[in-house]
DNA sequence: CGATTTTTTGATTGCTGTCAATTTGGGTGG
DNA sequence: CCACCCAAATTGACAGCAATCAAAAAATCG
């Protein structure tokens, strides 16, 4: 169980074959290392220098049985962890390699909003071969895009890797948000 | 919050401009309406006649508070569900439809292990368009995936919707099983 | 049994992947 | 400080898998 106190991590499983998809980035503040029964481990490596602190299973468990409002917090957090992996889903599964990355260059700015070279642009800490297994794509793809992007003066791209959101609102309608469907609960359905 | 006791239902989230990404399929005994903080809603709708458990959310939260097992339980399960979430970026962001519809079957006999008719075949509550919808693909690919794995005598289609596996090892390998990577930590990166 | 929806199959397009080469940038050692 | 080296990024040419467009066949429903 760990907590990373600076720096990055990358998360991600592999296939058989070598193929990678990177489930998510972690930055200083996120928590690692609830597996639910052992299976389904992850994989993560640092994306630059990084910090963790680690705690012993055993020892947090231990934690968890005396403050029960570690818990309640730990079960917040696991939602919005879902819910964003379900985000997640939808742009893997439907969203073209443009909404892709406006997506995801909105959720940086989004997690990156406070560190970054106080101007407004983003110090990404990740590859474009990182990008792309997080996004479903290739490394030329993800580059291509960049391009056809900064064609389009949606960003810009700065010596180093710093990027400029110049229209937000538009890389937003770009990046189409998700929408709650018609309602909550059984609808169109056959019968309930 | 609603606890399914019968039948089973699609989740799934909309873009504006109609195309759909169901995240997940919910059957008899699944829990649902966690939202953590009420902002990423989903919608849900019934696949067949089914019956759910409806109760109200501040009475529930009161359940909770009472009987501490039950959030224990809760992010136990949700865990879970996150991890399933990431088994299926995996799918959505590296597989190929062949591997996406053998991972899929392979699921569906999972969970619907108990209670389908009785011969080891699999009665799919789910339209062709619901199983596109779930595995990024479109109506078209999945029938056609359908076609070839019946050709090569994978599965087999009986007149209703009942499917049978023939060779669960053959398709487990084609599904491709998602890998524990190297190490549970940083590893290959600049520093620590 | 006719109407409608779902599924399957076919023809073609196109987005992204693959293969390949060039350019850029960062780090190292002279 | 600069030349060199290597990894990362970009760009180009081409191929392929799945999407799109279209139509036929099958299943469901009233």
Avoid: W
């Avoid at 309640?72 to 599964?93: I, W, Y």
């Avoid at 479903?136 to 580059?143: D, K």
């Amino acid at each position: 169980v760990f907590t990373v106190t600076a720096g990055s991590l990358r998360l991600f499983q592999l296939l058989p074959d070598g193929r990678r998809q990177i489930v998510g980035f972690a930055f200083a503040g996120d928590f690692l290392g609830l597996t639910s029964g052992g299976l389904y481990n992850l994989s993560a490596e640092t994306l630059e220098d990084s910090r963790v602190c680690q705690v012993p299973r055993a020892e947090f468990a231990k934690l968890v049985q005396e403050i029960p409002a570690l818990e309640h917090r730990l079960l917040d957090r696991t939602s919005l962890e879902l819910a964003k992996a379900r985000e997640q889903m939808v742009l893997l599964g439907r969203k073209t390699a443009g909404e892709r990355l406006a997506t995801f260059l909105l959720q940086m700015q989004t997690r990156l909003a406070a560190a970054p070279p106080g101007d407004g642009s983003l110090r990404l800490p990740m590859t474009r071969a990182d990008i792309a297994d997080y996004l479903g794509l290739t490394t030329e793809t993800v580059s291509r895009t960049f391009s056809r992007l900064r064609a389009l003066k949606l960003i810009e791209i700065g010596d180093n890797d710093a990027i400029r959101l110049l229209r937000p609102q538009q890389l937003q309608a770009l990046a189409g948000g998700s929408y709650p469907g018609t309602g909550a609960a059984a609808k169109p359905g056959p019968g309930l």
